[in-house]
C-alpha cells in the first residue's frame, strides 16, 4: 500500500463530505420548495376559479351570454395555460384555444352523477396533472337564470375550467439548484481554507519536526528533544518519544559504563597474568626447596615438641602461599574445558557428597531442589564441579555461627539454557559490593584470597555459561550459573 500524506489522504473525504452535505441540501431543498410552489399555485388557481365563475355569473345575468370573449381573455393572463366552459358533460363550450371547442375534456370533471354526467364539486380541490393543475367549478342554475333555463334548480349548467401551468412557478428551482452548488463550493474552500493551515500547524509540521528528531536519533544523536506542538494528541506521541530517547540515552550510557568495566577487567586478567607467571616462577621452586628443609627438620627427635609444632606451622603457611599461586594461574591461564553433554544434576550429588563431611562438621543444613526434566549440559563437568565446590564453601563461610545454618542448592532450565543455584541463610552481600564481588583480589574474607568467585565466573564463561549474583543487598545471597544446554548447542 502506497503511502500518503495526511492532506492528501484528508482533503477527498472533506470534499466528499461537502458535496454529499450539499447534495442533501439541495435535494431537500428543492423538494420542500417544489411542495410550496404547487401548493400555492393550486391556491391561486383555486382563487382564480372562484372569481372568474362569479364573473361569469355575473355576464350571464347581464344578458350577455357570449363568454367565449372572457375566456380567451382569461387564457392570455400570466401563469394561465387554458380556460375553458364545459357542460356538463365534459363538452368544450368555449376556450382560450379556439380548436378544441365540440371536444370533450371529460377528465377535467371530478365526478359522475347517477345519470353518466361528468360534474364537478364544489370542495373539490385543484388537482395536478402532467405539470397542470386543473382548477373546476360548477356553474349552477340559481333563481335568477331559470327565466332562460328550463332545468331543475341547482343543476350544474356548466363548469368553468381554469389550467395553471406550474413549470413558470417551478423555474425558480433551478436557481436554487444552481445557488446551492455555488454555496456547496463557498463551504468547501471555507473549510479547505481553514482546515489546510490548521492541519499544517497542528499535525503535519509537528509529525515532520518528529520525523527529523527520530532521524536524529538513528544516527545517533541521544539529546535531541522534539518540541510540544500544543495540541493534547501530537503532544502525546511528543512525549513518549522524548521519554523514549531518555531511557534509550541512559541504555547508552550504562552499556558504555559495562564497556568501562569490562576493559577494566580485561585490563586486571592482564595484570594478573603476568603477576601470576612472575610469581610462579619466582617463587614455587624456592617455596619447594625451604618446605621441604622445613618438613625434614620438623622430624629430627632433637627438637623440641613446641619446636616441631612451629615447623608443621611453617610447612601449613608455604602449602597456603602455593595453593595462592597456583589459583593465581588458575585465573590468568585456565586451562580449556573439555566440552561435552553432561548431566548437571548429577554433578550437584558428586559436589554434595564432597563437601558433606565440612558441612555436617560445621553444622550446615543443605537442602536441594532440582528440577527431573533437565537437558544434558555442554561443558566441562570437572571445572564445573570445581565451581560448585567454591560456591558451596563461600556458602558455608558466610553463614554466622548463631545464625539458622542452611543452604539451598537448586536446578532448573530456562528456554536451552540448565542451571544451578545456590543460596544461603547468611546476611548477603551488600549492594555496594556487588559490582566488585567478582574481581579478583576482593574478598571479605579475613584469610582469603579474592580469587574463588572471579576464577568461578571465568570457568563459567569459558563454558559459554554466565555466573551472576541474583539478589544484591538483600539477606542470604543467591549465586546462580548457567550453561548451555544440549538442545542449545545442537541447534
Given at each position: 500500500m502506497g503511502q500518503t500524506t495526511i492532506l492528501r489522504r484528508l482533503l477527498p473525504r472533506v470534499a466528499g463530505a461537502v458535496?454529499?452535505?450539499?447534495?442533501?441540501?439541495?435535494?431537500?431543498?428543492?423538494?420542500?420548495?417544489?411542495?410550496?410552489?404547487?401548493?400555492?399555485?393550486?391556491?391561486?388557481?383555486?382563487?382564480?376559479a372562484w372569481v372568474e365563475r362569479e364573473a361569469l355569473e355575473e355576464a350571464m345575468l347581464a344578458n350577455n351570454p357570449d363568454v367565449a370573449p372572457h375566456i380567451a381573455t382569461l387564457?392570455?393572463?400570466?401563469?394561465?395555460?387554458?380556460?375553458?366552459?364545459l357542460a356538463p358533460d365534459g363538452r368544450i363550450r368555449a376556450s382560450s384555444t379556439p380548436g378544441e371547442v365540440g371536444a370533450y375534456a371529460r377528465d377535467h370533471l371530478a365526478q359522475v352523477d347517477p345519470r353518466g354526467d361528468y360534474l364537478a364539486n364544489e370542495s373539490q380541490p385543484a388537482i395536478l396533472r402532467a405539470g397542470v393543475i386543473h382548477a373546476s367549478k360548477p356553474l349552477r342554475n340559481a333563481r335568477e337564470c331559470q327565466t332562460c333555463h328550463d332545468a331543475p334548480a341547482s343543476s350544474v349548467l356548466g363548469v368553468l375550467d381554469i389550467d395553471v401551468a406550474v413549470n413558470p412557478h417551478l423555474l425558480g428551482l433551478t436557481a436554487f439548484g444552481s445557488l446551492s452548488v455555488l454555496l456547496g463550493s463557498l463551504y468547501l474552500l471555507a473549510v479547505l481554507a481553514i482546515a489546510v493551515p490548521t492541519l499544517g500547524s497542528a499535525v503535519v509540521r509537528p509529525m515532520r519536526s518528529l520525523i527529523g528528531a527520530f532521524k536524529k536519533v538513528e544516527g545517533g544523536d541521544l539529546s535531541v528533544r522534539a518540541a510540544p506542538a500544543g495540541t493534547q494528541e501530537v503532544d502525546g506521541v511528543v512525549a513518549g518519544f522524548n521519554g523514549m530517547v531518555e531511557r534509550l540515552r541512559h541504555a547508552h550510557?550504562?552499556?558504555?559504563?559495562a564497556h568501562r568495566l569490562e576493559m577494566e577487567r580485561a585490563e586486571q586478567l592482564a595484570a594478573v597474568g603476568q603477576l601470576a607467571a612472575g610469581l610462579a616462577h619466582e617463587f614455587r621452586n624456592p617455596l619447594s626447596s625451604?618446605?621441604?628443609?622445613?618438613?625434614?627438620?620438623?622430624?629430627?627427635?632433637?627438637?623440641?615438641?613446641?619446636?616441631q609444632s612451629v615447623l608443621r606451622d611453617a610447612a601449613g603457611e608455604l602449602d597456603r602461599i602455593d595453593g595462592i599461586v597456583k589459583d593465581l594461574l588458575s585465573y590468568a591461564r585456565p586451562k580449556a574445558p573439555v566440552v561435552a553433554p553432561f548431566d548437571l544434576n548429577t554433578v550437584v550429588h558428586e559436589t554434595l557428597t564432597l563437601t558433606q563431611a565440612q558441612a555436617v562438621a560445621s553444622g550446615i543444613d543443605v537442602r536441594t531442589g532440582l528440577s527431573t526434566d533437565l537437558p544434558p549440559a555442554v561443558g566441562d563437568a570437572d571445572m564445573t564441579r570445581q565451581v560448585l565446590v567454591n560456591l558451596l564453601l563461600n556458602a558455608q563461610q558466610a553463614i554466622a555461627p548463631s545464625a539458622e545454618r542452611q543452604v539451598h542448592v537448586s536446578t532448573g532450565r530456562n528456554g536451552h539454557q540448565v542451571w544451578c543455584r545456590?543460596?544461603?541463610?547468611?546476611?548477603?552481600?551488600?549492594?555496594t559490593h556487588a559490582q566488585t564481588i567478582f574481581q579478583p583480589f576482593v574478598?571479605?574474607?579475613?584469610?582469603?584470597?579474592?580469587?574463588?568467585?572471579?576464577?568461578?565466573?571465568?570457568?563459567?564463561?569459558?563454558?559459554?555459561?554466565?555466573l551472576r549474583l541474583d539478589n544484591?543487598?538483600?539477606?542470604?545471597?543467591?549465586?546462580?550459573?548457567?550453561?548451555?544446554?544440549?538442545?542449545?548447542?545442537?541447534?
Open positions: 458535496a454529499l452535505l450539499t447534495a442533501a441540501v439541495t435535494v431537500a431543498g428543492a423538494a420542500f420548495m417544489r411542495r410550496a410552489v404547487i401548493e400555492q399555485a393550486q391556491v391561486r388557481a383555486e382563487r382564480m387564457g392570455q393572463y400570466p401563469g394561465v395555460a387554458n380556460a375553458r366552459l550510557q550504562a552499556e558504555q559504563e625451604v618446605k621441604a628443609v622445613i618438613e625434614v627438620l620438623a622430624e629430627e627427635s632433637e627438637l623440641g615438641r613446641d619446636r545456590v543460596r544461603d541463610s547468611g546476611p548477603g552481600v551488600p549492594e574478598t571479605s574474607k579475613p584469610r582469603g584470597t579474592g580469587l574463588g568467585l572471579s576464577i568461578s565466573r571465568r570457568v563459567i564463561e569459558l563454558q559459554g555459561g554466565h544484591p543487598g538483600q539477606p542470604g545471597a543467591s549465586f546462580t550459573f548457567s550453561l548451555p544446554g544440549e538442545a542449545a548447542q545442537v541447534s
